[in-house]
């Protein structure tokens, strides 16, 4: 297969540059584009699809700090390497340039090595950027499948566990190990669940569309759902400080499938005839959610793994603590992705035990 001509965008308003730019970069064996109005370069980032950006650092109007910013901030640009240009005494400006997700930078007068140099390593880092996001996809694709084979035999066996239990005649000795049956079913379903969901997210193939979302009103209507997994084994579910009508912005979706996995984590480690309490409290321009159960408390060392992708393995053969599954990977990756954080705490201060799980999110005003 004939390799693709790199493409390389360059951002500047001064013509003279621009002309210097080009006559550099054209032995590379590039493709070039200009844009000469910093305001269009997300709009033709997108449509160019370039492998590297050129971005002059003192754009008129808007700065290149500001159009970098905004370039990693779309999921479609933001692999995108960009390198500055920029005078000499604008050295100090680096630091800015690191945080705005900047590859680089060129001072001037250009010195042609350095920019040849540039060019290709940042070409060689969106090559192999491609790649990664390509087998991600690739093995996001095979979950699928693999996930979609899996529930369909759990489909059948679960099917059949339920028409067993609605045997009045069928034997006590019986009842239980087809209810162990069942529950197991239900227990895989959702773990192969949480697989697909993570590595959809991971896969990069997930548009967030964020939207102002009621937070209270979204939360007891999450609460109020579940509710009823709770009451099979006497837990009260209390929701307090459900006040305020906090607005975030969010997806309402994939938050709400957040909040679900909370709630249904909290249930499922809490004591029978115990507490889930639901807090929801403002910390200035924030706004945190949190789930609190009575359980068996979290040593602190495992606080931050638990998150990471089947972290729970190390968690279960250092405390026997079981299931917690890729549910929690899933909710700090979806959260990241809307601007948000979790976090846990445990044992719940003022406690002995418990363990609270926190969600921040950003208020937007409506």
Request: with cysteine.
């Amino acid at each position: 297969m004939k390799a693709k001509t790199p493409k390389v965008l360059i951002v500047d308003n001064e013509p003279q540059n621009v002309r210097l730019l080009e006559a550099i970069l054209t032995p590379l064996g590039v493709e070039t584009y200009i844009d000469s109005n910093g305001s269009h370069v997300l709009e033709m980032a997108v449509r160019v699809s370039p492998d590297v950006i050129l971005l002059e650092m003192m754009m008129s109007g808007m700065d290149g700090i500001e159009i970098c910013r905004r370039l990693k901030e779309d999921r479609s640009t933001r692999n995108i390497p960009v390198i500055f240009i920029t005078a000499l005494n604008y050295i100090q400006n680096y630091a800015a340039v690191v945080e705005a997700g900047g590859f680089g930078f060129i001072t001037k007068p250009i010195q042609r090595i350095l920019l040849e140099t540039s060019i290709r390593s940042a070409i060689r880092m969106k090559h192999l950027s491609d790649e990664v996001d390509d087998l991600l996809r690739h093995r996001a694709g095979l979950t699928h499948m693999f996930v979609h084979d899996i529930n369909n035999l759990l489909i059948v066996s679960l099917g059949h566990a339920q028409l067993m239990l609605l045997d009045d005649n069928l034997p006590a000795s019986l009842r239980e190990d087809v209810t162990a049956i069942e529950q197991s079913s239900r227990d895989i379903r959702e773990i192969t669940s949480s697989l697909q969901e993570v590595e959809t997210l991971e896969s990069g193939t997930v548009s967030i569309s964020f939207e102002a979302v009621n937070l209270r009103e979204l939360v007891e209507q999450r609460a109020s759902l579940l509710i009823s997994r709770a009451e099979e084994r006497h837990i009260k579910m209390e929701l307090h400080k459900l006040i305020e009508e906090f607005i975030v912005q969010a997806d309402r979706n994939i938050l709400s499938r957040v909040l679900d996995n909370l709630i249904l984590n909290a249930i499922k480690f809490c004591p029978d005839r115990c507490f889930v309490e639901i807090s929801l409290s403002k910390k200035d321009s924030m706004v945190e959610v949190g789930v609190t159960n009575e359980g068996p408390p979290i040593p602190k060392e495992f606080h931050k793994q638990i998150f990471e992708k089947f972290g729970h393995i190390e968690l279960r053969k250092a405390t026997g603590h079981k299931g917690v599954g890729l549910g929690l990977t899933f909710c700090k990756i979806a959260l990241e992705m809307m601007g948000g954080t979790i976090w846990l705490e445990s044992p719940v201060d003022g406690r002995d035990g418990g363990t609270r799980f926190v969600v921040r999110l950003s208020t937007a005003s409506t």
